[in-house]
């Protein structure tokens, strides 16, 4: 029985090469890497804590910054004199502004909030260089908006759009 459960355990007898799995060059493997956490760990380091970045802005045209969506919650303030058209990051930002653990397969999502806080002007989220955005992408005065952003691969991302609510 003892045999049978550390050969359960062994790190390196899984294949003729000695690897468990064929991982993405791009993931950096970590002490979790070994007991095969890969999925879940890649998901958590974003659910672990969104950071607010509040950016307090008069101007109509503004691109957002890539450690602004990777933080997950973007707090729009300002006074800008009509509509706002904000522009996500290129999709090549975004995904170097996240957790070197993220893989670009498509599995790696993670929540984005754009809040538009009292600018008096609807804002409109734009896709940068290698984004696209599906659904609603309007934010109106005083409400937010919640985005699934899935990382399609290594130069392309998409926000969905989940809905929204007032403030």
């Given at each position: 029985m003892r045999k049978l459960i550390s050969a359960f355990f062994r790190l390196l007898a899984a294949s003729?090469?000695?690897?468990?799995?064929?991982l993405d060059p791009a993931v950096v493997p970590d002490n979790m890497a070994a007991w095969g956490m890969y999925g879940s760990i890649a998901n958590l380091n974003q659910?672990?804590?969104?950071?607010l970045t509040t950016v307090s802005s008069a101007s109509q045209a503004v691109t957002a910054t890539a450690a602004a969506v990777a933080g997950g919650i973007l707090n729009r303030t300002g006074s800008p004199g009509g509509a706002v058209t904000e522009t996500t990051p290129t999709?090549?930002?975004?995904?170097?502004?996240?957790?070197?653990?993220?893989?670009?397969?498509?599995?790696?999502?993670?929540?984005?909030?754009?809040?538009?806080n009292a600018m008096g002007q609807t804002a409109t989220w734009t896709?940068?260089?290698?984004?696209?955005?599906?659904?609603t992408a309007t934010?109106?005065?005083?409400?937010?908006?919640?985005?699934l952003v899935t990382v399609?691969?290594?130069?392309?991302?998409?926000?969905?759009?989940?809905?929204?609510?007032?403030?």
């Open positions: 003729a090469t000695g690897r468990v799995a064929v659910a672990m804590g969104c950071r999709a090549a930002q975004i995904i170097s502004a996240l957790p070197r653990s993220r893989v670009t397969d498509g599995t790696y999502q993670f929540r984005f909030r754009y809040i538009n896709a940068g260089t290698g984004v696209t955005v599906t659904g934010i109106a005065t005083s409400a937010w908006r919640d985005f399609d691969s290594a130069t392309a991302c998409t926000f969905t759009n989940l809905g929204g609510g007032t403030l």
